[in-house]
């Protein structure tokens, strides 16, 4: 995880959030390379569940909503984590994951299980409260009004439900997806980007009519699969379906599915399917007053549609394609090559393109020449004039370039350029017109 980790920083792929001044706990920023391969994976997941899908639409909501929203939801009063103070150290910790807890751990259990301090070793514990995960903030120029930045996209889908169907009136079953930020005020944020304070959700609810489910849960789950391994190119072999046992799964949940991957760190939750009947869709209609039912066109049949929610967390999907493709391979020399193996679909540059020589003008401009004309084409293209074609190759290979592109003196003659491939290292010659 660190040499990943490393190779981000060093690469401009992710930073520490505000790190001129020391970091901001739970929070990361995207450089150049970064913000791209998260936008490409956004952006692929768009085109696959919302473009080339006849069901889905998408919706944008406001991140502060009306806190009535979290009332309905139940998230005012049960989005919290069991904390906990080391009285020595002044630490502070998830109490439930001191141990086998559950989440209604008590400081008592913690001191019956001889739970020493993380941090110091020592055994003096605070009580435990339980504490509300949602970032609180002020709306107003006085600040009078309370409002939450949002903890997750998915109730910005609900409340737009009754805006979508009285407007756009779309057959059953459909679906609404949302990406944007969401905030979570963890206790401990650990693992890098895993588990953050700010972070970005793609989110879909899925309106069925409740006699059919199954069958469309069934559907969403293989949809989900095909995109993880066709479109992030993640190997089958380190992603893993849990059926969330009932005890486990929230209490209006019929059936969750966790997706779990295989990062550096452990087997962790990449995302979720949740079936969660019309409990999102009952809770505003007894909220807000407003009825949720739809009507079946050409009949008079009504009822509030069932919902099933896959949900994806960007930067944990981000991760694990950092993590499937990152590898070391001994080459000649001794020396080791670092290899990122993102697939071409979501490299951050397609080409890089770079002259045999930097203080060769003929070859300058001809490499220039291709450069334009690779951009317009392709828009993720990069230059590279620096160091010699070996450290060129190298610092590709790190930022996941799939091609590099080099112009030499044969490429004036006879209008071809070496293609120099990243994962097998082979080159060729190719007219330029067929790149
Ligand atoms: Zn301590």
């Not at 190779?7 to 792929?13: A, D, I, Q, S, T």
């Not at 700010?198 to 069934?218: A, D, G, L, R």
């Not at 550096?264 to 209609?285: C, H, K, S, V, W």
């Not at 392709?378 to 930022?399: C, L, P």
Request: proline share 4%; net charge negative; charged share 30%.
């Amino acid at each position: 995880m660190e040499k990943i980790v490393n190779l981000c920083k060093r690469r401009g792929f992710i930073w520490q959030g505000s790190d001129v001044y020391g970091g901001m706990a739970g929070t990361w920023d995207f450089g150049p390379l970064g913000v791209t391969l998260k936008k490409r994976i956004m952006d692929e997941w768009w085109k696959f569940f919302v473009e080339e899908r006849e069901d889905m639409y998408g919706v944008d909501a406001a991140i502060i909503m009306n806190p009535r929203t979290w009332e309905a939801s139940g998230h005012t009063k049960t989005f919290s984590d069991p904390l906990v103070e080391c009285k020595e150290c002044h630490q502070r910790f998830r109490a439930d994951k001191l141990g086998e807890f559950g989440a209604d751990v008590e400081t008592k259990a913690l001191v019956a299980a001889k739970v020493k301090c993380p941090s110091c070793g020592k055994m003096n514990w605070s009580e435990v409260r339980q504490f509300n995960m949602m970032f609180e903030t002020l709306v107003g120029a006085t600040g009078e009004d309370e409002a939450y930045l949002r903890p997750e996209t998915a109730q910005g889908i609900f409340t737009n439900y009754k805006n979508v169907v009285d407007t756009v009136y779309p057959d059953l079953p459909f679906g609404l997806a949302q990406q944007g930020k969401a905030f979570r005020n963890e206790i401990s944020p650990r693992d890098f980007v895993f588990r953050s304070r700010e972070f970005s959700q793609m989110e879909i609810e899925y309106f069925v009519n409740p006699t059919t489910w199954e069958e469309q849960f069934e559907k969403l789950l293989a949809s989900c699969r095909e995109f993880l391994r066709e479109k992030m190119g993640l190997p089958a072999e380190a992603i893993h379906e849990l059926e969330v046992p009932e005890n486990d799964r929230a209490h209006y949940s019929k059936r969750t599915v966790d997706i779990e991957f295989d990062y550096p760190i452990g087997r962790e939750e990449l995302m979720g399917i949740a079936y969660r009947t019309d409990f999102d869709l009952m809770n505003i209609q007894r909220e807000a007053g407003k009825s949720m039912e739809y009507i079946v066109k050409g009949s008079t049949e009504r009822f509030v549609p069932h919902v099933i929610e896959p949900s994806f967390g960007v930067e944990r999907l981000l991760m694990a394609v950092l993590c499937a493709a990152y590898r070391e391979e001994a080459v000649e020399g001794g020396e080791t090559r670092v290899v990122l193996a993102l697939p071409e679909n979501l490299a951050p540059y397609r080409y890089c393109v770079s002259p045999l020589l930097k203080n060769k003008p003929e070859l300058v401009e001809k490499a220039r020449e291709v450069y334009a004309t690779l951009r317009a084409k392709y828009g993720r293209v990069t230059w590279d004039d620096s160091g010699n074609i070996g450290k060129r190759y190298r610092k590709q290979d790190e930022i996941g370039t799939p091609k590099c592109v080099v112009i030499d003196f044969d490429s004036l003659e006879d209008g071809t350029v070496t293609v120099r491939d990243r994962d097998t290292m082979a080159q060729e010659r190719v007219a330029v017109e067929k790149l």
